[in-house]
């Protein structure tokens, strides 16, 4: 897909805004009031959507970037000197946590999700390098249960990163 020039340079200024981290929530009543229009990431455990925030936003430490999976466990929300709001998620599937908890947070992520009135999109990462696992199309599937428009994103993460091995997700 081509894209005229106008097209990217409105798409380039809605990323350079200044953003900055305002809330973190791990539970449902804890989310702050929806204001502006969000954008989340989701994908499985340190698949890299806090790396793509911190990529659009041409920021090194704005999310919190691990090589642990499952070290984000609430929901972050980072708002734009806009009208943006970018929410990096907690990962799903394997997680350095114990099974309880990422059964919580995954619940929770599920609430969001389908109660969230301003949510515009859902960006998903899924790593290329494996292709769609199984709860990546369990996810999918949830989001067309809520209704929730999204996108895949294809992301091959460089080998030199610790990642723990496709086989045991």
Do not use: C
């Amino acid at each position: 897909m081509d894209f005229t020039a106008r097209e990217i340079e409105s798409g380039r200024k809605l990323f350079a805004s200044e953003f900055e981290f305002f809330w973190g929530a791990d539970k449902p009543d804890a989310l702050p009031k929806p204001q502006g229009i969000e954008v989340a990431f989701a994908g499985r455990s340190n698949v890299g959507k806090s790396s793509l925030i911190n990529a659009l936003t041409n920021r090194k430490s704005l999310a919190r970037v691990s090589i642990t999976p499952g070290r984000t466990q609430q929901i972050n929300f980072f708002k734009s000197s806009g009208n943006l709001v970018l929410v990096d998620l907690p990962g799903y599937g394997y997680a350095k946590a114990a099974k309880e908890k990422v059964k919580a947070w995954s619940g929770f992520v599920r609430v969001y999700l389908q109660k969230r009135v301003n949510l515009g999109r859902v960006i998903v990462l899924i790593d290329a390098r494996h292709g769609v696992k199984a709860n990546d199309a369990e996810m999918l599937s949830e989001f067309d249960k809520a209704a929730v428009g999204y996108m895949v994103v294809l992301d091959e993460m460089r080998r030199s990163q610790s990642r723990r091995p496709a086989e045991a997700d």
